[in-house]
T-cell receptor, first 113, second 114 residues
Framework: GESVGLHLPTLSVQEGDNSIINCAYS??????FIWYKQESGKGPQFIID?????DKRQGQRVTVLLNKTVKHLSLQIAATQPGDSAVYFC????????????FGQGTILTVHP | DTEVTQTPKHLVMGMTNKKSLKCEQH?????MYWYKQKAKKPPELMFV???????INESVPSRFSPECPNSSLLNLHLHALQPEDSALYLC?????????????FGSGTRLTVV
């Protein structure tokens, strides 16, 4: 069945390091992906998105890479800061799940000062 | 206004109680969603409303009853819940139901069933 999953459930980094959070998906028909950040007690917050006709998209300090060959998505955060500590979810819209936003399992990112 | 507002932020209810969760947005979005999130788990879709009509019900038990009175409001009526229904309930909205439209989430209602 369809699934959107993550390789690493937790990631600890030092302040200033670059962070990479990975996500695997199994539905080859998926055509739109979103990364969300969720802080404790808050709802998911949009970070960056990418469509399947793109390989890379950059935002402010964040980059999303999409490898459709191996169905892999990653989020790179440059110069990670303590305020980046949160749970990060990848999510899929599209494929056979029209209208549904399907989340991956999430990665807990902890940034140490 | 670029927010989705959910009330209350916290709710404790007994298994025989009836309560309602409320969600409001004024971004002109025509699709609204209810998600349930258990601790340390991803959000799971419950209901989708599109143009004030129920579009998707993810086989949610009837003790959860959604309502969309108008394009800005979404309610979730709760009755005879179980302790395992304790979770964070998230509301979201998007311009339209379907692909390629950004979703905005509220901060959620933390529900505890005792």
């Amino acid at each position: 069945g369809e699934s959107v999953g993550l390789h690493l459930p937790t990631l600890s980094v030092q302040e200033g390091d670059n962070s990479i959070i990975n996500c695997a998906y199994s539905n080859s028909a998926s055509d739109y992906f979103i990364w969300y950040k969720q802080e404790s007690g808050k709802g998911p917050q949009f970070i960056i998105d990418i469509r399947s006709n793109m390989d890379k998209r950059q935002g402010q300090r964040v980059t999303v890479l999409l490898n459709k060959t191996v169905k892999h998505l990653s989020l790179q955060i440059a110069a990670t800061q303590p305020g980046d500590s949160a749970v990060y979810f990848c999510a899929e819209v599209g494929g056979t799940s029209y209208g549904k936003l399907t989340f991956g399992q999430g990665t807990i990112l902890t940034v140490h000062p | 206004d670029t927010e989705v507002t959910q009330t209350p932020k916290h709710l404790v209810m007994g298994m025989t109680n009836k309560k309602s969760l409320k969600c409001e947005q004024h971004m002109g979005h025509r699709a609204m969603y209810w998600y349930k999130q258990k601790a340390k788990k991803p959000p799971e879709l419950m209901f989708v409303y599109s143009y004030e009509k129920l579009s998707i019900n993810e086989s949610v038990p009837s003790r959860f009853s959604p309502e969309c009175p108008n394009s800005s409001l979404l309610n979730l009526h709760l009755h005879a819940l179980q302790p395992e229904d304790s979770a964070l309930y998230l509301c979201a909205s998007s311009q339209e139901e379907g692909r390629g439209y950004g979703y905005t989430f509220g901060s959620g209602t933390r529900l505890t069933v005792v």
